[in-house]
Structures are given as structure tokens and as C-alpha cells.
């Protein structure tokens, strides 16, 4: 068989029920090309256009195709992998299937892991992570609530493994407050030590407010994960 290299880009991306995300497949070869049949399998719910086809790759070089993904407007939010196999190789988008303006949407970490496999997860970005086991007896629940200081949050309805927890990094993040809000409160850790940043709120009528935000280090294991 022929050496050939496989990627999707983006391997990773949000989209709503009832959306469309173009990811690129790239195929590269490793010394001799050829005409190279491919063929994705997205799982029900999900059409993928076109579904299989053909790409030349010069010897050396790489070939390219568009390929579209669609997602059924019913399709309940989650996670989910499409995969496309070429010559024997396969590679996979992986979708995070949410509604715009939730905190899903902006998920972009994977913070809890599973004590029986290690490397789901990595909150740290060194492989540390938090334990589901644990924070499961603790009382946070994939799909549950925690209330912490007089606000209940609700607590990810993740798998270990799966995106979880925005990982900070200055980006803007968009979200519909609930009729009759009156505070914004945020649960969080910090993955290196107690940290303490600042934080700009924007209202919807363009108005603004300044303030700081502080969160303390999270407890966690290498590998292996707790709360």
C-alpha cells in the first residue's frame, strides 16, 4: 500500500441543528500518487456533499476537495465524528452540535476525564484533568446543576472526553440571557495556579461594564483524573 497522509480542515468545529459547516480534505503523498478513491460515513443525522469521489495526488504533492456537512435540524445537541476513509487511511471531523448564544457553542476544552482510560481529557493543556468519578459523587452530574455561593449553574451534559469548559484565551463569547437576569456569575478554575484577569461585559444596547474576574486553581490529576 501506498504511503498517503489524510487531514480535514477544520478537524473541529460548532454547528447548529439544522446548519452547514465546508471542511477541506487533504491528501498528500508520501512518494508514488495516484488516483485516490474516498468515501465518508457520517452517522444518521448528519449529509455529508458529496459523499465519495475521487482525488489525483501528484507524487510528492497533495490533492484537495470541499466537502459540505449538513445537520439535521432534530439532531440533538452532542458531539459526533464523521470520518472519511482514503485508500485505507481515515481522518474525521469531529462536530460539537449546539444552538448559538449558548455556553455550549463556545466549548473548546476537554476538562473531565474517565478514571478507566486515560488521556480523554486535558484541562491543562499538560494532561492534567478532572475525574467524572469523582465529581460525580461530589454531586456534579453530566446534565445536572451546582449551586455555589447562592447561583445555580448547570453543570455540562458532557462524556469524559467530549468538550466541556471554555478555555480562555480573550476571545468574545455571545449569550442569550434568560428573561429577567440581573447578574452574570461564572464557575471556573484555574489550570495553573490562582489567576485573575479582567472581563468586559457588553450589554445589547451597546452599553458597557469593566471588571475583574478571579478564579483559584483547579485540583487535578495527571493522566488519571479527580475532582
Do not use: C
Request: proline share 6%.
Amino acid at each position: 500500500m501506498r504511503p498517503y497522509l489524510v487531514s480535514l480542515d477544520p478537524g473541529a468545529t460548532a454547528v447548529e441543528p439544522g446548519g452547514t459547516v465546508t471542511t477541506t480534505l487533504t491528501v498528500q503523498a508520501i512518494g508514488e500518487g495516484g488516483a485516490l478513491t474516498w468515501t465518508a460515513k457520517p452517522p444518521a443525522g448528519i449529509t455529508v456533499t458529496p459523499a465519495s469521489g475521487t482525488v489525483d495526488v501528484p507524487g510528492n504533492g497533495q490533492a484537495k476537495v470541499q466537502v459540505t456537512l449538513a445537520v439535521g435540524a432534530g439532531m440533538a445537541t452532542g458531539f459526533t465524528t464523521v470520518p472519511v476513509e482514503v485508500a485505507g487511511v481515515s481522518a474525521a471531523v469531529k462536530l460539537n452540535v449546539a444552538a448559538r448564544g449558548t455556553i455550549e457553542w463556545h466549548h473548546n476544552n476537554a476538562g473531565i476525564g474517565d478514571d478507566t482510560e486515560a488521556g480523554l481529557a486535558n484541562f491543562d493543556g499538560i494532561g492534567w484533568s478532572y475525574s467524572a468519578q469523582a465529581l460525580a459523587a461530589a454531586g456534579a452530574r453530566p446534565g445536572g446543576t451546582v449551586t455555589w455561593k447562592g447561583h445555580t449553574f448547570a453543570w455540562p451534559g458532557r462524556e469524559p472526553g467530549e468538550w466541556d469548559n471554555v478555555q480562555a484565551g480573550g476571545q468574545t463569547v455571545d449569550l442569550t440571557a434568560p428573561a429577567g437576569a440581573k447578574a452574570l456569575a461564572l464557575l471556573g478554575a484555574g489550570a495553573s495556579g490562582d489567576i485573575e484577569t479582567n472581563l468586559t461585559i457588553t450589554y445589547t444596547d451597546g452599553s458597557t461594564q469593566e471588571t475583574k474576574v478571579g478564579f483559584s486553581s483547579g485540583w487535578t490529576r495527571p493522566n488519571r483524573s479527580r475532582a
